[in-house]
């Protein structure tokens, strides 16, 4: 998370020469970055801010808890099956004694792991791909829209769970990897739309015209000007990533035995659920929180990064009305 | 408008065909029913073998058996499973049973989410928004097969302090029931209510959202005060004029919200055990059988654009725009 929040941070430094005069308006006088702005935006949304702990505190939790408890999830306690929470095993046990917390714990590990790496991947391809195809349009963008157009009407739950005999027993990234081609496409035609207007301004022609190759003016000029909307869309494909990557491996279709993930532990408790509700309910509760607190701070960004959006500007017309009583 | 949604219909039949041939292709290159034969115990004959390889015309090159299948669909056949067993005498139950279902999930969500969505655009930043907007939040961020296995603990709960069994979730009716016809009628509706929850509920977070929005935007609009301006009482502009606009936009969600549907209604099919399409989806590529795969994607490429076709004629009921064109 907090790598995507310095990389706003950067954009915002870029963006500010190019940014717009109403950006900077709230302290005159006082030169303000765009990156700051965000931040203070960004801070005053209550619900952001507590998403954006939630996320940190799970993916702290995921890698480090593991050590802090003295279970391990591939030793069974054989005087515990099937126990309800208590002292000794705050999560309960399962059928075979296996410590509920080091099981939750491994499999949020990996819809984590997941579900950054897919929405790292899928962004970036989202970016190259809209950018490419609009700074460059004829056959190349016919082409890549037309991959667009098609992986849109293919709906990507059937198409990885058909797929799912032939990646059984491989690499877990080879999911992270079905998972990201089917969700770029989207982002892909907004990048491509804003690519068109943006190549038109000036200082991409100037550019140009310096004689920059345009791998380059891509790179330097056009992507770094649609950071806002890129770190929105990273942001909310995490939830997506990992809500995809659990409705799969709920039927098996996804993360493969040896590995566990939320979706396989969801799986393979929720038929028990009304016996032994602890079995079902840890897992299923940390997936809906984590999905939850990524919608959070993608709303939150969306508002901080997006000078149209409503809400915080009735906000500042309210703070700055205050502060001029 | 004839021939317009004329063009849309050829368009989604050439749509449903591409989509249907590729997960047929995938599915024929990625199966190997043949391997799961010969793990059985004591491996059967090769001879037997071969007449079962023959008989899924595992001969024929893959576009092949597209072709040899494509036209036994068009006289109504959709050959036989694995099994041995023809398709077509499953599919019209099975179809029953889904669209049942969806049907009832849609028509509830999509009247509940729009009402709701109208409600706190009307009262916005009141209590009602924040609730609403806290509601649909929660379960937008709960995937399917957490939620309706909440649902069913809580159906549990509530028969419990009842003490009689009035939310069954297990089936769709139940098995060797005897009555009239309107006993049978209640023994459905019991077995209707918590299934049909599970998909309404999350219909109605996502419409609400969207309608919530797009009414906001109408609501600021010029025409909007003139209808009140003229005379019109604000109940009567919000509805016949600002309502009817805000709509044009939900058409196109319409469709896609069918779309979610019918991979949510997998889940919901097999979490409270109903042997619709969906169920018969996870059953076939468990067994690896191509014809069944193949048919339920061809039903699911019908219903996601036979719901696109009827959201343009939606829409060019609701915008004149689109009829003068």
């Known amino acids: ?325 | 408008m004839a021939g317009f949604l004329l063009r849309r219909l050829v368009n989604y039949v050439v749509l449903a065909l591409v989509a249907t041939f590729l997960a047929f292709t995938l599915a024929s290159a990625t199966f190997d029913p043949i391997g799961v034969l010969q793990q059985r115990n004591p491996p059967p004959p090769a001879a037997s073998i071969e007449a079962k390889k023959r008989d899924l015309h595992l001969d024929q090159p893959i576009p092949q058996r597209f072709v040899t299948w494509m036209s036994g669909v068009v006289q109504g056949d959709f050959g036989r499973t694995i099994t041995d067993r023809p398709i077509t005498d499953e599919l019209g139950r099975r179809i029953g049973v889904s669209l049942r279902l969806f049907l009832l999930g849609i028509t509830i969500g999509i009247l509940f989410g729009v009402l709701l969505g109208v409600v706190s655009a009307i009262r916005q930043y009141k209590f009602s928004d924040y609730f609403a907007t806290l509601f649909s939040f929660i379960l937008l961020s709960t995937p399917v097969f957490v939620l309706g296995t909440l649902l069913k603990m809580g159906a549990q709960g509530i028969n419990d302090s009842i003490g009689s069994n009035v939310l069954i979730f297990v089936g769709e009716e139940t098995p060797g029931f005897q009555g009239n016809w309107f006993e049978h009628l209640g023994d459905r509706l019991q077995h209707l209510i918590v299934p049909t929850l599970t998909i309404a509920l999350g219909q109605i977070a996502y419409y609400s959202r969207y309608q919530r929005s797009s009414m906001l935007d109408v609501l600021g609009s010029d025409f909007l005060r003139t209808a009140q301006a003229k005379g019109l009482t604000r109940r009567k502009a919000l509805f016949k004029h600002g309502l009817r606009t805000a709509l044009i936009p939900m058409a196109t969600l319409f469709a896609f919200g069918f779309g979610l549907l019918v991979v949510g209604g997998t889940f919901t099919e097999r979490i409270f055990g109903w042997f619709g399409m969906g169920d018969w989806l996870v059953t076939g590529i468990s067994a690896q059988d191509t014809n069944i795969t193949a048919t339920v994607t061809l039903f699911v490429a019908v219903c996601v654009l036979f719901s696109g076709w009827l959201a343009d004629v939606l829409y060019a009921a609701l915008d004149p725009r689109i009829r003068v064109n």
């Open chain 1, 1 to 325: 998370m907090t790598v995507i929040l310095n990389e706003g941070d950067s954009a915002g430094t870029t963006g500010a020469a190019s940014g717009s005069p109403v950006d900077a308006a709230p302290e005159p006088g006082k030169a303000m970055t765009r990156g700051r702005l965000v931040l203070i935006r960004f801070m005053r949304n209550k619900l952001a801010l507590v998403g954006l702990v939630l996320i940190v505190g799970m993916y702290l939790m995921a890698f480090v808890g593991p050590f802090l408890s003295k279970w391990s999830y591939d030793t069974q306690d054989y005087s515990a099956f099937l126990e309800p929470p208590y002292a000794d095993h705050i999560f309960g046990t399962d059928k075979i004694g296996t410590d509920m917390f080091a099981l939750t714990m491994r499999g949020l590990q990996k819809s984590l792991l997941i579900g950054l790496l897919v929405a790292l991947i899928s962004t970036t391809v989202a970016a190259i791909v809209g950018a490419t195809a609009g700074y460059f349009l004829g056959a190349a963008d016919k082409a890549l829209m037309w991959v667009v157009d098609l992986l849109l009407v293919l709906p990507s739950f059937l198409i990885i769970a058909i797929l799912s005999p032939w990646f059984r027993g491989k690499s877990w990234f080879l999911l992270v990897i079905m998972l990201a081609a089917f969700q770029w496409m989207i982002t892909a035609r907004i990048v491509r739309g804003m690519t068109l207007t943006l190549k038109e301004r000036e200082f991409v022609k100037a550019a140009k015209f310096m004689g920059q190759p345009a791998r380059t003016i891509i790179a330097k000029h056009i992507v770094p000007n649609m950071a806002s909307l890129l770190i929105i869309d990273a942001t909310i494909n995490v939830g997506s990533a990992v809500l995809a990557e659990t409705g799969l491996s709920y039927f098996g279709f996804g993360v493969q035995s040896p590995d566990v993930s939320l979706g396989t532990l969801i799986g393979l408790n929720a038929e028990s659920a009304t016996t032994f509700p602890w079995l079902f309910l840890f897992p299923a509760g940390f997936l809906v929180v984590f999905v939850l607190a990524v919608n959070w701070v993608g709303d939150g960004l969306r508002d901080a990064l997006d000078p149209t959006s409503t809400r915080v500007r009735r906000k500042e017309k309210k703070d700055t009305k205050e502060k001029a009583a």
